[in-house]
């Protein structure tokens, strides 16, 4: 098993991978610090020995850092161009000088002073790809969020802006990682140029000044002789390194000319950066990688494909924030409606206690009442129902007024009976019979609804007198009457019923000359609407 130390739930952790040619090293960041390096080998032992750390630690997203020596670099110029033109001709640039590999760079550093003002671009790639997949596919077969991947030589332009402050000038900064080697890098007035890795013999001591003062003054001849970086201002080398090796470099460099040696104590930066603790070593692993975490620099050389789980975990977090940020606001909008419920609830209750409470007053107090031949719910119908009928009562004194202002205009008109009645229906039939006063109103008595349409029916029977045997002026003289009746406000209808003289085609006609009728008798049936 791998000892680990606990790392439990923290959105601040981070952790990076520092891929060497024969070793890989992992650095865990929480707190603003870095945890110890956790070594891997580049073999299969070391690589099942990085499964099984992935397995056994959270789901952080991994940091890539590679410093190896099959890493290329190319200063080239593109014509002027935006969008996807620029990354036609880009793209179109890179398979043409790295065709065999995935991983590629580039970065536009600045534009020309000729006529035609191209861009200056930077392009770089990993020649070998099969360094870093070695150990991407472990990180692809624990489902690993991979953040990206950049090189410690493209790093190094955020790193030296953080160490010296400034960019101007030529400078370059030498340090000696223990998983790869002796690194220098090559920056002319802050743009990159070039880069140099230089692995340390085996039987070479790590902290020998001999050893890197030669591989340093050979970049030195190598920048003098090219005519881009021969310059006649001073050359800036900025050593990090720690212990003893800086006092003995500071002796061997105290007589160079044109060339201005800044020495930086890793153990100072360390401390500047946040980190509380200290190296031993001329190593810059720690400094490095904990800037590397402070910083970390957009993704490089990583595929889309490889960081598919990294994608997958930023959506996941994204959903999780969003479910939390809709349960706070559906939590903020509930909350007045469940308090307002739980008010009216409590009110609910009350009015039931209270109705409780009435409702037994009401029993103990009817009980108390002395005993009724009936029960007071029938009591209350009957009241219920004498108060429809007072309310729909109907008599034919209407009627009868209505009748008599049509009598006094026609003196010769005789009533001689009349039979009324009131009811819903206007076609209500009456027959022959003396006045009525009978009530048929079609309600019912136990509801409360509207009050329904109510008619008034009258059968009247009358005969002309005097009469002398005119019966086409008794004829007349009925009609006459029949149109005032109609025309008076609130009559439905006004039928003859019968005639004096019944003239239909069906009566039979009878009698001799010396029988004469002396009556001319008739009926009327007239209908009229509540309140005449």
């Not at 969008?83 to 995935?102: E, I, M, N, S, Y």
């Not at 003893?244 to 105290?254: D, I, R």
């Not at 070593?281 to 990294?310: H, K, V, W």
């Not at 034919?396 to 009811?423: C, E, G």
Request: with cysteine; hydrophobic share 40%; glycine share 6%.
């Amino acid at each position: 098993m791998i000892s680990l130390p606990d790392y439990g739930f923290n959105p601040g952790a981070r952790r990076a991978l520092f891929i060497g040619m024969r070793q890989a090293a992992v650095f865990h960041w929480e707190d603003n610090d870095l945890s110890d390096a956790l070594l891997f080998e580049a073999d299969d032992a070391g690589r099942r020995r990085f499964r099984r750390y992935l397995d056994e630690t959270p789901d952080i997203p991994v940091h890539v850092l590679v410093d190896l020596f099959d890493e290329e670099y190319r200063q080239d110029t593109v014509p002027h161009v935006s969008g996807r033109d620029r990354q036609a001709l880009l793209r179109r640039k890179l398979v043409r000088h790295f065709k065999d590999t995935p991983y590629w760079f580039y970065k536009v550093t600045g534009r020309e002073t000729g006529a035609r003002r191209n861009d200056r671009v930077l392009i770089s790639a990993l020649t070998n790809p099969a360094v870093p997949r070695q150990w991407l596919a472990v990180l692809e077969q624990a489902k690993a969020p991979l953040a990206g991947i950049c090189s410690l030589p493209i790093f190094t332009e955020q790193l030296l802006a953080a160490i010296a402050g400034r960019s101007d000038g030529r400078r370059l900064l030498v340090s000696l990682q223990s998983i790869s080697g002796l690194r220098q890098t090559f920056f002319d007035n802050g743009e990159f140029r070039l880069s140099r890795l230089v692995q340390i013999p085996r039987d070479e001591p790590v902290c020998c000044p001999r050893f890197i003062r030669d591989e340093v003054g050979k970049i030195q001849r190598y920048l003098n002789s090219q005519r881009p970086f021969s310059s006649e201002q001073p050359l800036h080398v900025h050593f990090l390194l720690a212990g003893k090796l800086v006092q003995e470099l500071k002796s061997a460099y105290s007589h160079q000319e044109f060339v201005n040696c800044h020495f930086r104590d890793l153990n100072e930066l360390l401390g500047k950066s946040g980190s509380g603790r200290t190296v031993s070593t001329p190593c810059s692993d720690r400094y490095i990688m904990q800037r590397f975490l402070a910083l970390r620099p957009g993704n490089c050389y990583a595929q889309p494909a490889e960081r598919r789980y990294f994608f997958m975990r930023r959506l996941r977090n994204a959903v999780a924030v969003a479910g939390i940020v809709l349960l706070l606001g559906s939590a903020g909008w509930s909350g007045p409606n469940f308090l307002g419920g739980m008010a009216v609830k409590r009110q609910g209750d009350a009015a039931q206690k209270k109705s409780q409470t009435l409702a037994e007053k009401y029993e103990l107090a009817r009980v108390r009442l002395p005993e009724t031949p009936v029960e007071p719910s029938d009591l209350k119908t009957a009241v219920r129902i004498a108060d429809s009928l007072t309310q729909y009562k109907s008599t034919p004194l209407d009627m009868v007024r209505l009748l008599s202002d049509s009598l006094d205009r026609f003196p010769s008109v005789q009533l001689i009976n009349l039979a009324w009645a009131a009811a819903d229906d206007p076609e209500t039939v009456l027959n022959n019979t003396p006045v009525r006063t009978d009530l048929r109103v079609a309600m019912d008595v136990a509801g409360a609804g509207s009050a329904p349409a109510v008619y008034h029916a009258a059968l009247l029977e009358g005969r002309i007198e005097p009469f002398n045997g005119n019966f086409r002026e008794a004829m007349a003289t009925v009609r006459r009457f029949a149109e005032d009746l109609r025309d008076r406000e609130n009559v439905h209808d006004v039928r003859i019923v019968s005639q004096p003289l019944d003239i239909s085609s069906g009566a039979a006609l009878q009698g001799n000359t010396r029988s004469l009728q002396r009556r001319a008798e008739f009926i009327l049936r007239v209908v009229a609407a509540r309140g005449l």
